[in-house]
């Protein structure tokens, strides 16, 4: 376990940096401390302006200080790490250069993918180290010496152990990204291993939407004086994103995420499920209807999940059903609609699951499906935007679920919209819908269309404001 050593909080100081430009839309890269190269390479993969997290991080970071960033999803965190280290590695160049610790494989290969695009006109080399691919393949690539290594802590762990001649003594950046997860997912051990065996001259960068005290309990990370920059609150969202709910039985779920995707059809969504086998469940219901859905949660292969990426990513499908796996930090900016399926149990990975729409300054909806707390066995507050208290709802515990920022814009209550009429073939809702589910089962997927649904169901908005 990493050993407990607290971080006094008032020796990290706000950012005293100044912005040369008054108005914080006129901010350039260049008006930041960067060089042309990097400049250029923020121009080619179209960064038109640096983010509000990227303006106050990027020259603290250029002054050669430890930084803690604080900044809701989508705002740019990557950027504000990737390019400072680049030009650190422009001025001072040799391999194993900088270590970047993510939670998950998927951010790690996105955050790759960012340094490459960032860095391919001065040649960064970057190697991608996590779990699920082969140990022998990543030791011929770590063989190479690359400037940038990114990877999740357990891999790296199990290389530096048994990879012969690799070691970390001369690295010079550590970044941890997504930095409160990475203490939250059972890694204590394994960041403790790596702190070990890597200077303490070194710099570090912690980024994430949400910081917990755990942070401050890192012994070895060697914060010098670092500067804590804060562009978000704890329970902050993005402006463009339009957020609402539906209050409805658990029973009925199935029936209105299929209504939604019918109704805001031509949209691109996430739908985030609490379990690998509901993952599955839901996917599988949706493929069986005719939907372009994909899975992706913790049970699959690396490589299966990597293709679910991909052709989520290249839009040859239009759903993606996941658990939390791709709740963190994965930037896809097509992502129209996020559906939350099951409800999340803590209020930070619902900011980390509506974060993952409404990016670098898009528009974008988030729908939660809220269910009797009795039933779903929750505890805390289900209520949004104060509406409903624990109390109220019968529950012992006030912890939030569903942090204040989110507005009730959509309950139907189910005494009223789902009463006892019947429906096709003359019988009850939910014996209707159980029939229709063995159909699906029955019959080829090309022989089923779209179903429509009755009138008395809700109407939601369909296409995105843009």
Not at 48 to 70: H, N, T, W, Y
Not at 105 to 129: D, H, M, N, T, Y
Not at 294 to 300: R, Y
Not at 393 to 398: P, T
């Amino acid at each position: 376990m990493v050993e407990e050593e607290s971080i006094d909080v008032s020796k990290i100081v706000e950012s005293d940096i100044e912005v040369s430009i008054s108005n914080e839309d006129e901010t350039t890269f260049k008006d930041l401390g960067l060089i042309d190269v990097l400049c250029e390479a923020c121009e080619k993969i179209k960064w038109k302006a640096p983010s509000k997290i990227q303006r106050e991080a990027i020259p603290v970071a250029l002054k050669g200080k430890d930084v803690i960033g604080l900044a809701e999803t989508g705002s740019g965190k990557t950027g504000a790490f990737a390019l400072p280290i680049l030009q650190s590695l422009l001025e001072n160049p040799q391999r194993y250069f900088a270590l970047i610790l993510t939670p998950t494989r998927e951010l790690a290969f996105q955050i790759a993918e960012q340094f490459e695009a960032l860095g391919a006109s001065i040649g960064v080399k970057c190697a991608v180290i996590v779990g699920g691919m082969d140990m022998m393949a990543q030791a011929l690539t770590l063989a190479k010496k690359p400037h940038i290594l990114i990877a999740t802590p357990g891999r790296l762990v199990d290389h530096l152990e048994n990879t012969k001649g690799f070691n970390l003594r001369a690295l010079k950046f550590l970044v941890m990204d997504e930095a409160d997860r990475i203490l939250n997912m059972d890694f204590e051990v394994e960041v403790d291993k790596i702190l070990k065996v890597i200077p303490r001259e070194r710099r570090t960068f912690l980024f994430s939407a949400t910081m917990t005290k755990k942070v401050q309990k890192l012994q070895r990370a060697s914060l010098r004086d670092p500067v804590k920059v804060e562009v978000s609150t704890k329970y902050q969202t993005v402006d463009k994103l339009q957020q609402s709910y539906l209050f409805i039985p658990v029973k009925f779920k199935d029936v209105y995420l299929v209504h939604i995707l019918n109704e805001m059809a031509g949209n691109t969504f996430m739908v985030f499920c609490a379990t690998c086998s509901n993952t599955m469940r839901t996917a599988l219901l949706l493929r069986n209807l005719g939907f372009n859905a994909v899975p992706l949660h913790g049970q699959m292969s690396q490589n299966k999940r990597l293709g679910a990426l991909t052709k989520f990513r290249a839009k040859s499908r239009s759903i993606l059903i996941s658990t939390d796996v791709a709740s963190r930090g994965l930037d896809i900016p097509h992502v129209d609609v996020v559906i939350n399926f099951d409800i999340p149990t803590h209020s930070k990975d619902y900011i980390h699951r509506v974060g993952r729409t409404a990016r670098a300054g898009r528009a974008g909806k988030s729908i939660t499906f809220v269910s009797q707390p009795g039933r779903m066995g929750l505890s805390g507050e289900i209520g949004v935007g104060g509406a409903r208290t624990g109390e109220e709802c019968g529950l012992e515990s006030r912890e939030r679920l569903i942090p204040e920022c989110v507005s009730p814009r959509v309950e139907y209550p189910a005494r009223e919209v789902l009463g006892p009429g019947m429906v096709g073939f003359g019988l009850p809702l939910d014996r209707f819908c159980a029939f229709c589910c063995l159909v699906c089962w029955a019959f080829p997927v090309r022989f089923i269309k779209p179903m429509s649904f009755p009138s008395w169901l809700p109407k939601i908005d369909g296409g995105i404001e843009r």
